[in-house]
């Protein structure tokens, strides 16, 4: 099989996943006890009005309509009306979209740098009292929760020695706006591209320093799993033969530790990559309701605050099919990267 | 019986392991500080009416938000509760939650996984696909979505909290079944006539306990983290019980007064417990993985 037909396969397989996990929230939402529309206004509603709610966003009808209505919805990227404002829930998901996206990219970074530095030291000094330092960093940054660092973070660098913003994602009334490029107005929503393309330094520096806190918080949190990880597959790789091998010929040992060791080590580093993006999505929430970042993660907490059913459904399932993609690029990566891999 | 004396064969060793945890290299350490933190916050909660020094709900017993001093060790909290008396007590409902979610888990994960390993075929497939779509998902949100729908009971939360979990037991027992079976004292077993239960469950099962071991310690520390993440975010159970989750939620509303004491003793309680299930997840699969165990 080549790597198209791989990647054609298990795109194939993506589907029914996704339909599996669309049911799942739908019977979650819509078929478990409980009123979806009196929960929401609670007993301030008459009934009558609450029918009219009802149609008006489609709950009236028998739910096997519902289901159909909703799946035929979604293949038209339609993620239903919010109960709150009636505005559609997609739009607000795409507005919100682009501040998680440049939170969790930043952060992944943080995560990886962290990770593959304490990792690649605490394999050299296997079994030393640096090593175990490493190892027990990995289980604390694991047992924290994202937002008490987040608070731990805000306390001490914005509030206590006031070096850094402690919300938000600019200053009042800084945000970028992009550039006209060839006619066309690109504006990608993540304030960091924006500034640099509208050539405004300012921006992208006031940018940058709101994004330092909520970065380090939420990349700290994961930067746990991929210590554990790039050590153990150091161990794994700085064990072989043609390591072994290269120290006989008397390589110096930052060569063996990175051009042998670490080059090899980093593919299982990938795969974590992309099963780590799941809990940096679900961090991110929690991240962002500490920050007040405007993304995805606030969006579902006020939905979740004003009991808006269609915007949770929809949050929910817009994360499915987020992390669904990902995972489907991570792994056509991971088999373009190694040509071991029988598809 | 002479055909289960294979498995209790190669049980043996890790159940009396537990004696000789200290000899057991880092891995032993690590299980044993694990458990010391467990043992010791399962005993303050539960002893917790007793050794309190002041009753954790009662309102106004201080003044309010005052700094820790010799009368309140951790401060006072926005409603003048004794902040000390709420962490000694504050970590029930959390392990509650946290273990009975893992109790679930247990209970569905694990019988699934040995009857889709086992027998393969359309029903594996289809219980495969669906574990793995849940498996992807990311775990706090979808049980944001469920403790939001079912409401934010003890059991409720649990139930949200076990979705999420189940496909790790089904994927490891799963996999652990496939080559399990091929084994020659399961084929004796089977040659024999012993019926599909006695296979499973005195089989196999036993072999596939030390993963589900160090998968639930693990799982419980997500669930202690899941859980603390779904209060925060006003999805706790009960608040007029003290907890830790809740006094960090209003805690932060003290945030820009400065007084730190309100959020920081809860969130670091939470860590600790938290690290405690992970020190013995992480130990025991030190322990049990013959990789490590060879450079070790």
Known sequence: ????????????????????????????????????????????????????????????VPLYVQYTNYLSDLIRGQLGTSFSNYEPVSRQIFSAFPATIELTIYSMLVAIVIGITFGVRASRKYGSAEDTGFRTYAIVSYAIPVF?????????????????????????????QGADFMGVHIQTGLYTIDSLLAGNLNQFIDALKHLILPSLTLGIALSGVF????????????????????????????????????????????????????????GAILTETTFAWGG?????????????????????????????????????????????IKY | ?????????????????????????????????????????????????????????????????????????????????????????????MMQVAILSVIICITVGVPLGLAAGYTRGIGDRVAS??????????????????????????????????VVYIPSYFRVVRSQVLSLKELPFVEAVKAAGGSIANILFKQILPNVVPSIAAIASINVADAVLTEAGL??????????????????????NLFFSGAWWAWTFPGLMIVVLAAGFTFIGEGLSEIWSPKLQEQG
């Open chain 2, 231 to 252: 209060t925060y975010l006003g999805l706790g159970p009960n608040v007029s019980l003290p907890d830790w989750g809740w006094d960090i939620f209003y805690g932060k």
């Open chain 1, 227 to 282: 210590v554990r990880i790039t050590r153990s597959n150091m161990l794994d790789i700085l064990n072989q033969d043609f390591v072994t091998a290269a120290k006989a010929r008397g390589l110096k040992e930052r060569t063996i530790l990175y051009s042998y060791g670490l080059r090899n080590a980093l593919l299982p580093v990938l795969t974590v990559t992309g099963l780590q993006f799941a809990a940096l999505l679900g």
């Open chain 1, 296 to 340: 995805l993660g606030t969006y579902l907490f006020r939905t979740i605050q004003a009991y808006d059913y269609t915007a949770i459904q929809g949050a929910v399932v817009f994360f499915g099919i987020l992390v669904a993609f990902v995972s489907l690029v991570v792994d056509a990566l991971y088999a373009y990267l190694d040509p071991r």
């Open chain 1, 1 to 60: 099989m080549s790597l198209k037909s791989y990647i054609v396969a298990r795109l194939a397989l993506t589907v029914p996943m996704l339909l599996i996990l669309v049911t799942v929230v739908f019977v979650i939402v819509r078929i478990l006890p409980g009123d979806p529309v009196l929960l929401h206004f609670g007993k301030q509603i008459t009934p009558e009005a609450a029918e009219q709610v009802k149609h008006a966003l489609g709950l009236d």
């Open chain 2, 129 to 162: 696909l669906a574990m793995d779509s849940l498996y992807a998902f990311p775990g706090l949100v979808l049980a944001i979505a469920i403790a939001s729908v079912l409401g934010t009971g003890v059991v409720n939360l649990a139930i949200s909290i076990a």
């Open chain 2, 1 to 93: 019986m002479k055909k289960t004396s294979t498995v209790a064969g190669i049980l043996k060793p890790r159940i009396f392991w537990f004696f000789n945890l200290p000899r057991l290299g880092t891995g032993g350490k690590m299980v044993t500080l694990g458990i010391g933190i467990v043992v010791f916050m399962i005993a303050m909660t539960t002893l917790a009416p007793f050794i309190a020094p002041h009753n954790p709900g009662q309102i106004n017993i201080g003044p309010i938000a005052s700094p820790p001093n010799t009368q309140f060790p951790m401060g006072t909290n926005h409603l003048g509760q004794d902040i000390f008396s709420r962490i000694i007590s504050g970590g029930a409902i």
């Open chain 1, 148 to 176: 008490f660092l987040g608070l731990i973070m805000q306390a001490t660098f914005a509030v206590g020695l006031h070096i850094l913003p402690a919300t938000g994602r600019v200053s009042a009334g800084n945000i970028p």
